[in-house]
């Protein structure tokens, strides 16, 4: 069992930054590569981001390579993810998802294992 939980979204305006967290506990949290996803309003989900714990490989969606950067903390088994440059089209509930034994690059390929509950990232324009 993995347990995330999420912090740190909010309001901001259009070409500010912010930064959402998922702390991650479990037995077993470094066999687990750990990703992002966001859905927004009337659309699925979608793939952001994901990283390895051990070597630190990170993948990114197109839509936020350039923005955003994903980084953890393996101390504190912490994964960031810093969003700069916003849009509005950013406005999306952003959740943390944990995936078994998998790479960063097939992190979007099938559904994770574990999801975060989520936090609103809104962007106004």
């Known amino acids: 069992q993995v347990q995330l939980v999420e912090s740190g979204g909010g309001l901001v305006q259009a070409g500010g930054s912010l930064r959402v967290s998922c702390a991650a506990s479990?037995?077993?949290?470094?066999?687990?590569?750990m990703g992002w996803f966001r859905q927004a309003p009337g659309k699925e989900r979608e793939f952001v981001a994901a990283?390895?714990?051990?070597?630190?490989?990170?993948n990114y969606a197109d839509s936020v390579k350039g923005r955003f950067t994903i980084s953890r903390d393996r101390a504190k088994t912490v994964v960031y993810l810093q969003m700069d440059s916003l849009k509005p089209e950013d406005t999306a509930v952003y959740y943390c998802?944990?995936?078994?034994?998998?790479?960063?690059?097939?992190?979007?390929?099938?559904?994770?294992?574990?999801w975060g509950q989520g936090t609103q990232v809104t962007v106004s324009s």
């Open positions: 998802a944990a995936k078994f034994r998998t790479t960063a690059q097939h992190m979007g390929v099938r559904p994770p294992d574990y």
């Open positions: 479990g037995r077993t949290v470094s066999d687990y590569t």
């Open positions: 990283i390895s714990w051990g070597a630190g490989i990170t």
